[in-house]
């Protein structure tokens, strides 16, 4: 998996800790595609330093990111998905 770009897009102080969306764009060789999903990392402290966030998507969420990848594999296989720009 080649994990193309990670940005921060907004953090919300809610009762539960501190929601921080991110967008992640990715590709892997399986896909026709690179795609944005957006992840969110619900923390007790606000981050805001992108080295954290990297950290925290690259080993905390990279489950999430093999899951999403092997089911756009199954999207563009059945339904010849894909992505017009």
């Not at 994990?3 to 919300?12: G, P, R």
């Not at 969306?21 to 595609?33: E, F, G």
Request: with cysteine; aromatic share 12%; charged share 25%.
């Amino acid at each position: 998996m080649n994990i193309l770009n990670i940005k921060l897009a907004s953090v919300e102080q809610t009762d539960l800790g501190f929601e921080h969306w991110i967008d992640v764009t990715y590709q892997v060789p399986i896909l026709k595609n690179e795609y944005t999903v957006k992840l969110l990392l619900l923390m007790e402290c606000k981050i805001e330093d992108q080295e954290v966030i990297e950290y925290l998507v690259s080993t905390w969420k990279y489950r999430d990111l093999v899951l999403h990848s092997l089911q756009m594999y199954e999207m563009e296989k059945i339904n010849n998905f894909t992505i017009l720009y």
